[in-house]
């Protein structure tokens, strides 16, 4: 049974790629093994051009599409790709209208990174800036309220997350740079009930992401009953 699953996923890749006009290739399971350099390819490897990176004008057009307020991540020096590819489809999943990362100290979107976010990737627009310090500037000039996620700020949940807004989450174990905390509208921490003071960058982005989504919801049913 297996194996027969395994084929009927391999038959709908091929039919999807053929769909689309896509050139394929057939070779034996040695060849993919090489190909893969010891990855797990399941059967099947795609190549393609290096992904396209997305503008901040990009960004703020999918909002305003949406009738919806700016709602962005910004990333500040995340440097594992399966953190990345984590970060991606969580915000996806959480109707993150972009994701800005700098093109120093940060990974880029690699194959690790698309393959982690299973998709995600695709359905929402990264912005790779040359500094993500002058990004955030041009957020607040352009009317957005930007927080830096951090264990030394006020609780998330005792803070207006209402509007434009935008979280930054730092690197792994070191955190959001001070310089970057310093420029951030304010600081905003996620409670913690353990002994262990720190959470993932990908979790920590995660539970950013649902607290600004539980805000908006709890405002809308309010505006209902009153």
């Known amino acids: 049974m297996k194996n027969s699953a395994h084929d009927n996923r ?62 962005i991540v910004v990333l500040d020096g ?4 399966h953190n990345l590819g984590s970060i991606i489809r969580s915000c996806e999943c959480g109707g993150v209208h972009g994701i800005i990362l700098g093109k120093n100290r940060q990974v880029p979107v690699n194959d690790t990174v698309i393959k982690v ?43 207006n997350l209402g509007g434009a807004l935008a ?5 792994e174990g070191k955190g959001v740079s001070r310089l ?9 921490s996620l409670p913690m009930r353990g002994k262990i003071n720190s959470l993932n960058a990908s979790v920590a982005a995660a539970l950013g992401i649902y607290c600004k989504i539980s805000y908006d919801a709890a405002v809308k049913r309010n ?4």
Not at 167 to 171: E, F, K, P, R, Y
């Open 10 to 71: 391999v038959t709908d890749i091929l039919d999807l790629a053929r769909r689309a006009g896509v050139e394929l290739r057939f070779r034996d399971r040695a060849a993919l093994d090489r190909a893969s350099d010891g990855a797990v390819h399941q059967g099947c490897i795609g190549y393609c051009d290096g992904y396209a990176y997305s503008s901040l004008d990009d960004v703020f057009a999918c909002a305003e599409q949406k009738n919806e307020p700016p709602f």
């Open 117 to 159: 976010a299973e998709g995600a990737a695709e359905h929402v627009r990264i912005v790779r800036a040359v500094n993500v310090n002058d990004a955030i500037r041009t957020l607040k000039t352009r009317g957005v309220w930007v927080y830096a996620l951090d264990a030394s700020g006020n609780d998330i949940y005792s803070e």
């Open 78 to 81: 995340i440097e594992d790709p």
């Open 180 to 188: 970057t905390k310093e420029l951030c509208d304010g600081v905003l």
């Open 167 to 171: 979280l930054v989450v730092g690197a």
């Open 223 to 226: 505006n209902k009953q009153a």
